[in-house]
């Protein structure tokens, strides 16, 4: 570190003094008051304005953007009104007595100012993660720029450092480094979704290329935007061939797999084909994916278990997801009848059941087909749709369950096979019934 101890000790003191003496005046408390009564004043105000404010309806064929804009400025009613009361009340104090008296003042206004601003420019973003991290940055930025101690952070961040042969590593360099890249892969990811529709619309490239391009693309544009973050903080890519050689002697020396589930995190997360709440099925594993990994995802089953399963198995093995695009599910009931009952009439029973299910999407109406004449009787076939896989099992065994209450009441019989066994050398013949159910 190469910070001195004596300047720490003589900025901590510093400091101390200057807020002990403000402590000490009657004129803090004073203001110390009227900031509590406004921020009352302001909640409530806020909480009036978003209880009687429609800003669906208000903002009604509105364009997004400016849509967006009404509802951040109507969520930040509480902020905006707590700027206009310490604006008012730091104009009266500054014509009634010493500037120095209503400093607090000042800069509750310009830090609740600060955050409505910020809170306003960041509306057009959409990722809601992005506009928090955004947000707390630049009103962390802009509370020390307001206090007048930016520089001395800056300095304080720059001056503790790590060197790692020629790369000097500090505090500010990682800011500016974390910062740089969430802006250059927010702008990578808005490049190659613009360049993804673009070349999906073509019609002169298979839908196999089109996907081997947008891939490519993205992955090209997301390594231009980490080397430029690189060299834009000052950080030479040559500083880091020590690091590339040994992650190479490291894969060459058993780290494949690791290091192959790695960038298969990296792709699943880039391509969203799988994402935390997917319903998916992976060979025999089944269940909803509750976290993702650098290494593994985890699939919770129904029955207390997760499976843990390497990232490059979702990329080289084949993967059913439930939810990708769409929740709704086809459920498939498949059932048989004897040849004395009316087909017709076992089809309208089997569409009224599955019709009456609670889960049953009622926009898609239920079908029912007969599929084959078999040699022990008639097989048919029930289909129909609900609104999410989860618990499809449940569902289909209810409706199975009221198409036998269905049957019994009606008379319709379920088939069986009848096999008849003879014994010869004089004894009686012995007729033997095996029932069989058939689903």
Known sequence: MTMDLNEITEFLQSAARSVGAEVTSPWFYLQLGLILAAAGIAYASGAAVRSRVDVTSVAMGWPIPLRLFVRVLVGSASTAVFAALMTLARVVMLASTWPSRSYLLAVAAN?????????????????????????????TIAALSILGQLQPAVE??????????DLRLTPLLLIKLGALLILAL??????SNFVESRINRSADLTPSIQVLLVKMIRMGLMVVAIAIALSAVGINLSALAVFSGAVGVGIGIGLQKIVANFISGIILLADKSVKPGDLVTIGDSSGRISAMKTRYISVAAGDGREFLI????????????WTYTDKNTLVKVSFGTNYDADPRLVCKLAIDIAAAAPR???SKPPNCILTEFAEHGMKFSLTFWIADPEGMDNVKSEVMLALWDAFKREGIRVPYPVREIRVRGGALPVETTVEVPTS
């Open 111 to 139: 830090l609740a100012f600060a955050w409505l601003i910020i809170r306003l420019i960041t509306s057009v973003i959409r990722n809601a993660f992005i506009v928090r991290v955004v947000s707390l940055s630049a009103w």
């Open 186 to 191: 927010w702008l990578t990811n808005i490049a």
């Open 156 to 165: 304080a961040l720059d001056s503790i450092s790590i060197v790692l042969g």
């Open 360 to 362: 049953a999407i009622k």
């Open 310 to 321: 390497p990232n490059e198995d979702l990329v080289t093995q084949k993967v059913v997801n």
